[in-house]
């Protein structure tokens, strides 16, 4: 009896098995799985007046250009994904450094872009008299792939993605940030 529970309950999952194989996300790739990356984007960094940077004489905000190189993994939970990333930006007037880590989470969207959100923590080193200070970041962005702009035989579903988003340092800071995100 205990033969025939067993093989009556292996044939039952081998549907299901085949059927989470063969599960996909919506640019073709596995449902499930591991999908690390790097980028590089460039931006602008601004900081509101009444920040915790303060006020340095002769100048009314902290800002600066910054150019960023970012590593992550995405963790695909079908149409959905949650991820991590790092990022270390070099800054230009009076932003030194920034570094940071966060969490990210969103959808997969179209054949090959995503929409998502992110929170983290993050480091900016100030220069020409602007404090050191760490605080949380949070963002919002969206990457295309080549299928969602008409490319899509030039990479196929991994490869090249652009990148748009924007980010706030404590709520007190504006950061568009755009570039290019490289999947494999």
Request: charged share 15%; glycine share 18%.
């Amino acid at each position: 009896m205990k033969k025939f529970l067993f093989a009556a309950a292996l044939a039952a999952a081998l549907p299901s098995a085949a059927f989470a194989q063969e599960e996909t996300a919506p640019d073709g790739t596995p449902a499930f799985g591991v999908e690390p990356y790097v980028g590089v984007l460039g931006g602008w960094h601004s900081f509101d007046r009444g920040s915790e940077f303060g006020s340095v004489p002769g100048e009314t905000v902290m800002s600066g250009a910054i150019l960023s190189g970012v590593a992550g993994i995405n963790v695909p939970l079908g149409p959905v994904f949650v991820g991590v990333e790092g990022n270390a930006t070099k800054g230009w007037a009076d932003i030194d450094w920034e570094y940071g880590v966060k969490g990210r989470f969103g959808a997969r969207a179209g054949d090959s872009g995503m929409i998502f959100a992110s929170a983290g923590y993050q480091w900016v080193n100030g220069k020409q008299g602007w404090p050191n200070r760490k605080d949380w970041m949070y963002g919002v962005g969206v990457e295309v792939g080549p299928k969602d702009i008409g490319l899509g035989g030039i990479t196929g579903n991994s490869g090249i993605r652009l990148r748009f988003q924007t980010e706030t340092y404590d709520f007190d800071s504006f950061r568009p940030t755009a570039g290019v995100i490289f999947h494999f």
